[in-house]
């Protein structure tokens, strides 16, 4: 029963982030890319990538990884709009777009992992 209630909590606080970080981007960068969507799924990426590492050293209870990871990363994360997003782009006959929304999303997310895991590596470095 716990281990719902470290998802409900996580996946609440990440939707909500989500919602602000998206409407964000969307209000100074416009609407006509999904730009809220992207900046959520690679900053989401970079921010599980650093976790991760930061994690890695230390025992964290399986709970507080499931509360982190599934719950407020996922509930952070929008792959599923991102997808969308990219289908409705296509569909507007705006391939270009549809086809860059995939790179962009796909590339920078991979990288920010990597960038965010060697972040913790630093970060961990420096406090030794």
């Known amino acids: 029963m716990y281990k719902i209630l470290y998802l409900v909590a996580g996946g609440a606080i990440g ?5 602000f970080v998206s409407g964000i981007a969307q209000k100074y960068m416009g609407s ?3 730009w809220g969507t ?3 799924n690679v900053s989401g990426a970079f921010v599980i990538g650093l976790i991760w590492g930061l994690f890695e050293t230390v025992e964290i209870r ?7 990871f599934i719950g407020i990363l996922g509930g952070f994360t929008t792959f599923s709009s991102y997808a969308l997003e990219t289908m409705n782009l296509y569909k507007q006959g705006e391939i270009k777009m549809a ?3 995939i790179l962009v999303n796909n590339i920078l997310a991979i990288i ?3 960038v965010g895991f060697m972040a913790a590596r630093g970060i961990l470095g420096i406090l030794k």
């Open 99 to 101: 086809v860059f929304n």
């Open 38 to 40: 992207l900046i959520v």
């Open 62 to 68: 399986s709970g507080l990884r499931m509360f982190v």
């Open 32 to 34: 006509g890319f999904p």
């Open 15 to 19: 939707t909500g982030a989500r919602y």
């Open 112 to 114: 920010l992992v990597f």
